[in-house]
């Protein structure tokens, strides 16, 4: 997977990559690892969910996910754009996002 930002990979937002260490079983071995605890915090979360449209929505990106590569790669291209954009402060306040929202409406 190829990564948008060039300040911004993987390892700076907590994803293991297998290259990140010089042996790649041990960067398999972490990778596993960590995609255990994702799943038992996921498996958490869905435990205490009751909007069945988030879960709903879950659903629908988990299913679409596993069958549409070019997805991921969309979803993982957004996900490090937007926390380039926090990181460099490039964000709106509620307020002037009401503004800008009730501009593009008419209202």
Known sequence: ????TP????????LSVLTRDKNPEIGYIRNMMEAQG????????????????????NKTLLLKTNLDPEIVERMSSR????EKDIIDR???????LEEKLNARLGI
């Open 1 to 4: 997977m190829l990564w948008s």
């Open 7 to 14: 300040h911004l990979n993987a390892a700076d937002l907590g």
């Open 38 to 57: 994702i799943k038992s915090e996921l498996k958490d979360l869905i435990e205490r969910e009751d909007d069945v449209d988030v879960l709903m929505a």
């Open 79 to 82: 996900a490090l754009k937007a």
């Open 90 to 96: 490039r964000v709106m306040t509620r307020e002037e």
